[in-house]
């Protein structure tokens, strides 16, 4: 499987996002990213979560030691999946390593992370549960009781999830601009000259964008009403 590590500025309902340093963790834990070619189908809910798709692709935290750069393209293996859910939305998140990580070769499947990296599941649960609270959200919370599911489980969620965004690039979406140039049975395909058009009209970049919000300056501490060991 590959992985994009995020390139831009995360943005929800119109405005840009920052992640805030939350005890004991300072911004991500991991690589964050997502798994190109899949989408989680808001009009969809899922048997297994009761909860409808959060109109995203897949997410994924790669575990691996290297700090990816922004926009990195990594080439991953699938190690398990756990099914948060966010604001009342399925929001799969997916583990798994850079194949080119020395400790790749040792991890094959979610009980292996357990064996080899204790502490780093429970660790990346709590984190996901936790960091929108410095917002003035609720604590998320998660499917199948929060337990993390295997590597075949994982690659399901990966096949169904793709299947949605077949449907999607081979359709019509008023909401989605599925403008592309590589999959040639989508109704939204463009040649080369008209993505370089839509490119060349965008306009040029001033000044530094947003600041950085205040608040992940600070670093937060949130009362847990579920415990998580995440040192053994």
């Given at each position: 499987a590959v992985v994009s590590t995020q390139s831009t500025g995360d943005v929800k309902k119109g405005k840009l996002r920052f992640v805030n340093n939350v005890f004991p963790y300072h911004g991500y834990i991991w690589n964050y990213g997502a798994l190109p070619q899949t989408w989680e189908d808001p009009n969809h809910v899922d048997s297994g979560t009761g909860a409808a798709g959060d109109d995203d692709p897949l997410d994924a935290v790669e575990i691996g030691s290297a700090v990816a750069t922004r926009g990195e393209v990594?080439?991953?293996?699938?190690?398990?999946?756990?099914?948060?859910?966010?604001?009342?939305?399925?929001?799969?998140?997916?583990?798994?390593?850079?194949?080119?990580?020395p400790m790749a070769d040792s991890l094959s499947d979610i009980q292996d992370v357990e064996a080899k990296m204790p502490g780093i599941l429970e660790a990346t649960r709590d984190w996901f549960r936790i960091y929108k609270v410095p917002t003035g959200k609720p604590m998320n919370e998660f499917a199948y009781k929060g337990e993390w599911k295997n590597r075949d489980f994982a690659n399901n969620v990966i096949n169904e999830t793709h299947?949605?965004?077949?449907?999607?690039?081979?359709?019509?979406?008023?909401?989605?601009?599925?403008?592309?140039?590589?999959?040639?049975?989508?109704?939204s395909n463009i040649s080369v000259d008209e993505a370089s058009g839509v490119l060349g009209s965008q306009p040029e970049k001033s000044g530094d964008g947003p600041p950085v919000a205040a608040s992940t300056q600070d670093h937060c501490f949130v009362s847990r009403t579920v415990p998580e060991k995440v040192c053994h």
């Open positions: 990594k080439q991953v293996k699938i190690l398990g999946v756990i099914a948060m859910i966010d604001e009342g939305e399925t929001d799969w998140k997916l583990v798994c390593i850079d194949r080119n990580d299947g949605y965004w077949n449907a999607l690039m081979s359709g019509q979406n008023a909401k989605i601009n599925c403008a592309n140039t590589t999959v040639t049975s989508s109704k």
